[in-house]
């Protein structure tokens, strides 16, 4: 009888008794990681946040034409704001990565070894996304600009397809450092932009030839309206 | 060429200078394929020399951007001692740069700086500036604009001439009420493109570190006078009666040549924001010359492309103008763009708050100074069709009340500027008000 409910009861409780003093300390460790951790990325939050406001980010934000499509996304209070949550998105990132080694499993190890091995892929693929965003935003407002101080009446459009054509170039060459879809999406937009080259030439050449006599016409008529004009501006 | 080290002159023209010596007047005439013209320019400030300053050292320089039109054969053969004419080139386009690169970037204002460093060699009293695409010049220009400087012991002599009602439109709704209501002196044409100036008041502008900006091509004429003006020299303006010149600078495009003056304007009101913040109303300078009524050259306008302009830029460019205009201004602006045909108007108080917002975006870096301007350029051929409907039926003297009265605004409304040249932005102060 005592042999049973040694069996029964106090082997299986010493097993657990193991088992647990295996893991808790474990759990402990990536509790404390995520407590400590994260009380440390919000300290980070609010130290960025003072530096990039005090720094006048803001403003260089809204030169640089990013803060509007920081406002686009309707999530946050300014771009000193996105800032600080950006710091404290990607220390949030480490911590759960160092909680997970901290675990001592072999997947998550794995896991994390992964990761940590794909981050500067990461890194440099946001660095292309931002830079696209800000070189496009400016090559879109330049040819906005000279479009409509040329008097052309599809300004928006031009504008609209210079920011395009330079974000698709962005983003191919992100995901091509991701190593996403490499091939697939090359020649994917190696036959789009020839498509939209091609479609552009014939409906305008040939579909359009109207809209493209009228165009012409309309250009040097302007030139000549300009030539006769002897209005002096300074 | 070969460049002296020390200025921007040439060995061969050193040579040249050393041997003169020394000249009373330097008359400096600044071309870029102007053989049609500069002969004729050339024989009017010889035969002023000669008539007003007979015994007075003087030297003719025309400093040439590299024209290919046989300018400097124009010079040449125009009657007069070859002698005492001397010729000066400076590069307009890169490769020339190349080979005389201490002349700096193309432009009238390297030009000037070639004479002024002339002037500065051989120690003249007085310098003189004309363009070299003048039709209308006497031989009393020269008088006008050196005597004041060598009897009145004047540093800084700006034309005053008599113009179309269409003619100078920068000039009218930007350049001259700005520079009278920050700077406090009338003076009418700032960039009128002849000067006077004393040969202190030349060898001062050779310090400036800017003949490498935009001062260095059409900013030089506004730059010369409110350098004069907030730096406290003399100022005076000289009646030269109409100016008729070539009606186009070749090679000039409306957006780069607004740039370039409107660009400078707003540069020199942050350089002398201590001077104009401390500055209040406006006086008018001394008038040398006798008033005379002339004829002027009647001007083609194409109003309707202007409106169409000024329509499209609000249209394609409300996103632009939503980050630093305050949104009544904006709102104004959609508005006039509304009104039609013959009603088609923009306010004083309107273009005035306009100019002052554009001002200090350009001060706060708002947006890239380039754009900003370029983003300018549809509003004010806006401006500019509205004033021809307004003064379609009025005279020269009425003209004139209608840019006084718009002066006016400027002045009165300068809290509106000081408001917002000391005020961060519309959106960031919305982001702090968020934040």
Known sequence: MPGLIEKAFIEPFDRLAQQLALVVPALIIVLVILIVGGAVAYVARR??????????????MIQTGVASTIDRARVFRSPSDFGARLVQGVL????????????????????????????????????????????????????????????????????GGVRLLVMSLAVVIALEQLRIGRTALLVSFGILFGGVVLGGAIAFGFVARDLARDWVQSILKSRASEDEEVFRHL | M????????????????????????????????????????????????????????????????????????????????ADSVLFVAHPVRLVSRISTPYHGIPGKGSAFRTIFSVAKHLNAKACVVVDSDLRSITPQWVELLAKPILERDLDFIAPYYLRHKYDGTITNSIIYPITRSLFGRRVRQPIGGEFGLSGRLAAHYLEKEVWGTDVAR?????????????EGFKVAQAYLGAKLHDAKDPGSDLTSMFRQVVGSVFGLMETYSSVWQSMNGSQPVPMFGFPFEVGVEPISVNVDRMVKTYRQGISDLREIFQGFLSPQTFHDLTACAERSGEDFRVP????????????????????????????????????????????????????????????????????????????????????????
């Not at chain 1, 990461?122 to 830079?131: M, N």
């Not at chain 2, 002296?4 to 050393?18: D, I, K, V």
């Not at chain 2, 059409?218 to 907030?230: L, Q, S």
């Open chain 1, 92 to 159: 949030w990132m480490f911590i759960i990565l160092l909680a997970l080694s901290a675990t001592n499993a072999q997947m998550t190890q794995d896991l994390v070894v992964r990761f940590v091995n794909y981050v500067p892929d990461i890194l440099t693929a946001t660095l292309v996304l931002l830079l696209g965003s800000v070189v496009s935003k400016f090559l879109a407002r330049s040819a906005l600009l000279a479009a409509v101080n040329a008097h052309w009446s599809g300004a928006r459009l031009i504008a």
């Open chain 2, 218 to 230: 059409f900013g030089i004429d506004i730059w010369m006078t409110v350098t004069a003006i907030a």
């Open chain 2, 348 to 435: 004083d108080l309107l273009w005035v708050h306009m100019i002052y917002e554009f001002a200090a975006a350009y001060h706060h870096k708002l947006l890239d100074r380039d754009h900003l301007m370029q983003s300018l350029v549809p509003l004010y051929l806006g401006r500019t069709a509205s004033f021809v409907l307004e003064v379609k039926e009025s005279n020269a003297f009425e003209v004139e009340q209608r840019i006084e009265e718009l002066c006016s605004v400027f002045e009165a409304e300068r809290p509106y500027l000081d408001h917002h040249w000391s005020d961060t932005s519309r959106k960031e102060k919305n982001y702090a008000r968020a934040n």
């Open chain 2, 2 to 81: 070969k460049e002296n080290g020390q200025n921007n002159l040439s060995t061969e023209l050193l040579t040249r200078l050393n041997e003169i010596g020394e000249a009373e007047i330097v008359v400096g005439i600044p071309s870029y394929n102007n053989a049609r013209t500069i002969g004729h320019v050339v024989r009017a400030v010889n035969a002023g020399l000669a008539k007003y300053f007979p015994e007075r050292k003087s030297v003719i320089v025309n400093s040439d951007g590299g024209s290919n039109d046989n300018t400097r054969e124009a010079v040449l053969s125009a009657e007069l001692d």
């Open chain 1, 47 to 60: 130290l960025t946040y003072r530096l990039l406001v005090t720094t006048h980010f803001d403003r260089l």
